[in-house]
């Protein structure tokens, strides 16, 4: 279980500690944060770099550099459990919530060693190069059916029509459920899963609202791996859910509460985020029409672009851990048990790291970021989500260079200091490219 051996988190930091408040004359977490954080950012890194925040899980240290998040994530002194705590606030919650933290803290983001190393060692030769070769064909099918089926002179929502099918089609075709009632089925109720993610003081009702929503995508994959269970190996297919049972099968995962953690985690992992990356990133792209064009022009710098994106505006912001051990940082002493927030989105605009860190540069000299974590649980699904980004990007720019955003004022966001994304998208063409754009589209064009 996730707290057991550890101590409580501290209610409050030593007196005298930095605080965001102390630091920025007010909590960070309002309207003008959500839609930019990137000036607290900046004033946190300048003037307190390890700040306490009441606001964060209800009571945490957040760390703001890029060399002190990269540490966090790579050193064991601090441990990725950290469910107990967030899960079940109240000794109420405790009961009613005991399901969901069952499941959840035996994801493998929250695993430590060993139990991590064992666990990843499966997931990664279940997650195998070859199947992304495989599945490129069967994805660009998915994006050119879908963008033949829009029409782009009227205008379309990107995030409903592309970025959030897209991903959830990927990874349920890797996982081997997309024909098992199609992922649609298995993915109902992530929306509730990723609000409680998303959320940095969960309410009771979003915890169990997300419990619910967990419990069902777990009894969908329960009966799936029972079949697969039931057929063994004649069934003569190798996805990664077969792969998984084979695991189980071998021991190296313990127990069927630990399988269908990895299941769910992995399947709301791979859509929640890559769908982000294409949305924002879109809207990124089109507000930098320089950008944008000379893509256009030349693709081959399309991969570039989409580590800037991550980079720049990074879809996952931030990322916990516990502290295992009293340490000292900027002064500031964590205690055991503290919670720590590492802060990925400021520190891949630290310009310690990366120069002239606020300008969206497709061009520049790459430097690593953290927008995938770092160390141990670095991200399993990098190379799938950037196989789908720059498919959907090129795509978009070979067919529609002229492309634009609707009303680049009206884009309303997810609302989530987690996510950087747009709730919803709407692009189009102007009226004089769509004219000129071959296809069936030009007829509707007056
Ligand atoms: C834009 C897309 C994505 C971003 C920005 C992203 C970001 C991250 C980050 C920051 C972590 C580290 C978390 C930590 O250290 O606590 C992580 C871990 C992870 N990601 Fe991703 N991710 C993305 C896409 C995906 C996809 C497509 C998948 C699955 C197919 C995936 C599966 C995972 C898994 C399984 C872990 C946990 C690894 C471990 O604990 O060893 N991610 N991701």
Known sequence: MPSRGRAPANLAPLPGAHSVVGCLGRPLLDDDFLRDPYPAYRRLRDSAPVAWSDEFFGGAWLVSRHVDVDMVLRDARFSAQRTGGWVMRGSEQRTEL???????????????????????????????????????????????????????????????????????????????????????????GSNELADFLGAVDPSRNQALQA???????????????????????????DDVLDRLVRAERDGQIRGSAELLAQCVMLLFAGHETT????????????????????????????????????????????????????LKLHGQTLR????????????????????????????????????????PHVCLGAALTLMEAQMVFSQLLKRWPHLALQDADLVSRMGSPLYR?????FVRLPRVAAANQPGPYTAAVS
Request: glycine share 6%; aromatic share 6%.
């Open 211 to 237: 419990q619910a929503a967990l419990l069902k995508m777990a009894t969908r994959f329960e009966s799936a791996l029972k079949q697969r269970r039931q057929s063994g190996d004649k069934a003569g297919r």
């Open 421 to 425: 994304g747009p709730r919803e998208l």
């Open 98 to 188: 005991r399901g969901f933290q069952r499941l959840f803290a035996r994801a493998l983001i929250f695993l430590d060693a060993p139990d991590h190393a064992r666990v990843r060692q499966v997931m990664t030769s279940a997650f195998r190069p070859a199947d992304l070769q495989r599945l490129a064909p069967r994805l660009e099918q998915v994006i050119n059916h879908r963008l033949d089926a829009l029409d782009p002179a009227s205008g379309f929502d990107f995030v409903s029509q592309l970025a959030r099918p897209l991903p959830a089609q990927a990874i349920a075709t890797l996982m081997g459920v997309d024909d098992e009632g199609a992922p649609g089925g298995f993915l109902e």
């Open 336 to 375: 055991r048990g503290d919670l720590v927030v590492a802060l990925i989105g400021s520190a891949n605009r630290d310009p310690d790291q990366h120069e002239r860190p606020d300008e969206f540069d497709i061009t520049r000299r790459p430097t690593p970021s953290l927008a995938f974590g770092q160390g």
């Open 275 to 326: 769908r982000h990356l294409l949305a924002n990133g879109l809207q990124i792209l089109l507000k930098h029409p320089t950008a944008w064009r000379s893509l256009a022009h030349d693709p081959s710098v399309l991969p570039a672009a989409v580590r800037e994106l991550l980079r720049f505006d990074s879809p996952v912001q931030y990322t916990g851990r516990r502290v295992t051990t009293e």
